[in-house]
Each structure stands twice: as C-alpha cells, then as structure tokens.
C-alpha cells in the first residue's frame, strides 16, 4: 500500500458516448485532471489514467475502458496493483434520482438501479468508498436506457458544466480531508427529494466538456452493455 488514492469517473468509451448523460462521472474526471495538469493518456488496468497530486495526495485517476456495466474489472485491477484501500477510493459517476445542477457525497451505502455501481461493489465485496453522485434528474418518463445514453443537450450544457465544477470541488474537499463540509456544503443542497417537478428538456447538441476518447473500444458482445 503506497498511500495513494484512486479517483475513477464512470462512462463508455468511445465517441460514440461522448457527452452523454451517463458519462458525466467520466466528464468530471476530465475536468479534474485539467485543473491539476494531470495527462489522461497512459492505457492500463482496462481503461485510460493519469497520475498527479491534488491537494498534496497522490493520485491515480482513472476512466474504465470497460462498458458501464463492467466498470468494475477496471477498478479491481488498480486497487489489486496498488492495494489502495476502499477508504481512498473516490467514484464519480450520474444518478438520475438526483435532479440536474445537484450533487450527493456519500462514504457508503448500495449501488442502485446503477449498473456500473453494481459491477464495483461486486468486485470490491464492500460499499464502504466514497461516491460523488452527480445529478441528470429528474428520473424521465418511458425508456430509461434511451435517456442516458442520449447526448447532453445545449440547454443543459451550462447546468452540467457547473455540476462537474462542483463534483471536482467535493473531491478535492475530500482528499484534504474535509468530507463532512464537502458533505455540508452539497449534500444539503442535493437531496433527490429536492427539485423533482425541476424539467429538463433531453435535446441533442453538444457540451463543452468532452470525454477522452477511447480507442478500439471493443464489441458490445457477450456481457458488454453500455448501461
């Protein structure tokens, strides 16, 4: 155990899934590595990382490669590698009970309805990390698959793109050491009970923060789903 910690933003490769709402974990990552100069390049553990220090810690950032329902082979192999403890694991990711412009911290607790979610608990046997959830809410009406894998639209871009400001601020606020006023200062605001009559129009368009894209994403085969 070498004391760093590992920060991994949930997504699919590829441009195909590029400004997507369920990539918004992995968007936010991006944005952290750009705050930091923090070079997403180097291809291991299943998916693309960077590796720096953010508020005198060190960490590995990391965007699985995987898709979404298979998020947590990427992360099993960096925690096995490093022995990172579950304390010091930081995943970002979307939640649609969340409404739009809103974030939740939490230390623990279950996956959800999210897949990729599922997949890391399953392969960490523990719920004890810290997630920043980061709101796409309200929960849509009809074919839920269809609605995260639709494109951010321009009307939401200024909404997502002061979400993923405030997800790189909780994750810094935790890796000094500050999680309950991370937890004070979002979590309050951020309740799923809040704001749940907010709309959102889902229109296609394109957002400022773009994902890295991921070469030779594989096939969508077998047990691969993008959900």
Known sequence: MDGRWLIVGLGNPGRRYDRTWHNVGRMAVDLIAK???????????????????IA????????PNTYMNLSGESLIRAVSFYKIPTDRIIVLYDDYDIPLRRIRIRESGSAGSHNGMKSIINHLKDQRFWRVRIGIGPRPVGDIVAFVLDKIGR??????????????DATELILRGEHQVAQERFN??????????QEKSKTAGAVAQASVDADGQGSEEDDREPC
Request: net charge positive.
């Open 35 to 53: 705050r930091h100069g923090i070079t997403l390049r180097r291809r291991r553990f299943g998916g693309v990382t960077g590796e720096g220090r």
């Open 56 to 63: 005198g810690q060190r960490v590995l950032l990391l965007q």
């Open 155 to 168: 009307r939401e871009e200024q909404d997502v793109a002061r979400s993923l400001e405030d997800a790189a």
């Open 188 to 197: 309050r605001k951020s309740s799923p009970d809040v704001d749940e009559s």
